[in-house]
């Protein structure tokens, strides 16, 4: 229990309450000074106030009749005033006219006193008073004042509010600096469970979700989403390793086949250098493969596209159908380009031009001769729009989605040269501009669509 409390208190949410709950206190310390200060002036000079109302009574009251008046005007005021008015009218000798206070020294101005207990109507404690003194007339004296115990009273009052106020307010830091810690200890134990579920090899385990959208929320969700892109990655990195695995075998076994041969039944030079021919063959595939494998792994995170030149996709598209017009040609295809001009995309010139060769390789290795192929590219709203179409065979709709997969060819193309990597890359350099890329029904035949923004 101990050690919780100490793990708790020790928290960082908590420090950054208590020093949240400090800074706060000096504030309220700060203002409780102010408004004391306010308050004890603004009682002082509400005190002054009515002293110089009765000051002024009194002196009306002496130039209208005389001493008789003023006199009747100090009793009066003593008759109907506040048990804390304090009067006194005297000569400048000492003799006691009116008032309830005994003779005293003249003093003049703003004047502090204590009145002894005997001294003080019946009082049983000293009182304390501020007042004025001044002369009335020549040998005539006046002193005006009230007991500044009751404001004294209301001062302490008010400080006692202060302090009860400042004591709710620490405890209810503390409380929720107790509240907040547990909380966030909560949910920082959360993220370090799974870590170590993941470092134990539980790739599956996510950190629970609370719903909020606060600071940690937002952590949580961006643990959760490294998470998934980190098993996604290690779950293409097994499948790869898996293709590999496999599509590698019959190259490497071709090669071993072929050097085995040369060793064994070659007689002569032309029987070796047709046995190091084939062998060079099945090398230079596994070279392809790899540089596939390789480019793809480069590509394999997008990009802010707005960072590559601006591309006149138009004429890109243009001048890969007159480099590969010949090619189609020889093998019976039909090259088509339909392509609106003046189309202006962010990208790579080598790598969107690898892209459209990908596309052509692809529709004249898997279908048959005579088959049109047609590369199409036009404007949508804020895309560019690029089709690359054939009248072929087509790719069955449960097949689509696969074929993006490294290595993954159809069973009718198992017979024909390829490594299956070719889709794959495509995918990969779309990804790399931000773009998307679907296959469709061409009824009959495929129509492969790449969306780009549009520069």
Known sequence: MSFAWTRLVGSESFRLTAIFTAAICVAMLVLMALVYAITHEALQNELFSAIDRDIAAIKSGYRSQGISEAREVVNQHLYHGASSDFLLLETSWGKKLAGNLPPMTPRLGKVFMELPPQASAGSHQSRHILGEGLMLAPGLYLFD???????????????????????????????????????????????????????????????????????????VGTINAMLDRISGLMENVEQISSDIAHDMRAPLTHLQHHLENALSEARNEEAYRGAIEQALGETERLLAIFHALLKIGQLEEAIDVRTLPRLNLSHLLEEMADIYRPVTEDSGHILAVRVTPE?????????????????????????????????????????????????????????????????????????????????????????????????????????????????
């Open 145 to 219: 004042g009230r007991d500044l115990d009751l404001v004294h009273d209301a001062e302490e009052d008010e400080l006692a509010a202060f302090l009860w106020v400042l004591l709710v307010s620490l405890g209810l830091a503390t409380a929720g600096g107790l509240v907040l810690s547990h909380l966030f200890l909560a949910r920082m134990d959360d993220i370090t469970e799974t870590c170590r579920a993941i470092m134990e090899g539980r790739y599956a385990d996510r950190v629970p979700e609370r719903g909020a959208g606060d600071e940690l929320g937002r952590l």
């Open 343 to 455: 189309l202006w995309v962010h990208g790579d010139r080598t790598l969107l031009a690898q892209l459209i060769a990908n596309l052509i390789e692809n529709a004249r290795a898997h279908t048959p001769s005579g088959t049109h192929i047609t590369l199409h590219a036009e404007a949508a709203s804020s895309e560019v729009v690029m089709m690359v179409c054939d009248d072929g065979p087509g790719i069955p709709q449960a097949e689509r989605e696969r074929v993006f997969r490294r290595f993954y060819r159809l069973e009718r193309s198992r017979t024909t040269p390829g490594t299956g990597l070719g889709l794959p890359l495509v995918a990969a350099i779309v990804r790399y501009h931000g773009g998307s890329i679907e296959l469709d029904d061409q009824a009959p035949g495929l129509m492969v669509r790449v969306r780009l923004a549009r520069a």
